[in-house]
């Protein structure tokens, strides 16, 4: 392949990555790119996420680290998988699966609510990846309906690992905020030290509302009318005369009783 002079244009014109022949965007952050990618041998897809090196400041540079690493110990049907990690002087390769169905905002934002049959199958499979990250005592932090991604045989896997975090046991205590503001918990909110499995758990109970009715939950014009909502609403909760669930029973109660 060295000495091949199309490969060899391919490789500086960007069209190639290693064995992979680069196809059009899918997709972008505020640091990345990401493009379809086609193995040249096996012919198989992937989503090749590109950045720029020199743009990734020190504390962007450490959540890719992270992110890296985190998608290296994690091996589940429903979780997107890293395939691997190429690197020139000038830009940072992640070769990821490639899931082809497009995400869950997307479909319900296009085509209304789930039905209950495919809200319990979806559901299923994000519980059972968030289940196996949590016994690997990896948080993920970010968990919402653009994160939750289709494959062209409507198989679930939740991808995005950026605010993933690692901790030594699941009690550990988190001091960073990070995530969507519509899908964070009450504990965020208050600017308060939280546990990180309950936070995910908070997330997949407005997911899942989401699903079902087609909006979401807490909705407001800026982020501090939605975090008067979201601790109003915990508030309502917790005071209700005929309630005596605790917090911890609301994120089981919103999420089927997890």
């Known amino acids: 392949m060295c000495n091949d002079e199309d490969i060899i244009k391919e490789l500086t014109v960007g069209r190639r990555v290693g064995f992979y022949k680069v196809r059009g965007q899918i997709g972008c952050g505020n640091f990345s790119k ?16 590109i950045m720029d090196k020199m743009r990734l400041d020190l504390q962007t540079q450490r ?5 890296i690493s985190n998608m290296e ?37 296009s085509g209304g609510k789930l039905s209950d049959q495919e809200s319990k199958i979806v559901f299923a499979q994000i519980l059972s990846a968030v289940k196996y990250m949590h016994e690997n005592n990896i948080i993920h932090r970010d968990l919402k309906a653009e994160n939750v991604l289709y494959t062209t045989n409507s198989c679930i896997k939740v991808a995005d ?17 990070c995530g969507s503001p519509p899908y964070a918990a009450p504990e965020l909110f208050k ?48 005071e209700a005369p005929l309630s005596t669930l605790s917090a911890a029973a609301i994120r089981a109660e919103a999420t089927g009783g997890l």
């Open 191 to 238: 600017d308060e030290s939280c546990i990180g499995p309950p936070v995910d758990v908070w997330a997949m109970g407005v997911l899942l509302f989401f699903m079902v009715t087609g909006t979401l939950p807490f909705r407001a014009d800026t982020v501090a009318k939605l975090r008067q909502s979201v601790l109003q609403a915990l508030c309502a909760f917790i």
């Open 161 to 177: 690992f950026g605010f993933s975090t690692r901790v030594n046991n699941l009690n550990q205590a988190l001091d960073t905020y």
């Open 73 to 109: 110990r994690l091996y589940h049907p429903n979780l997107l998988q890293l395939y691997e990690v190429l690197e020139t002087p000038s830009r940072l390769y992640l070769v990821l699966e490639f899931a082809g169905g497009g995400d869950v905002h997307t479909r319900i934002s």
């Open 34 to 49: 990401v493009k379809l990618a086609i193995h040249a041998l096996t012919k198989d897809k992937v989503a090749i996420k």
């Open 63 to 67: 959540m890719l680290s992270k992110e």
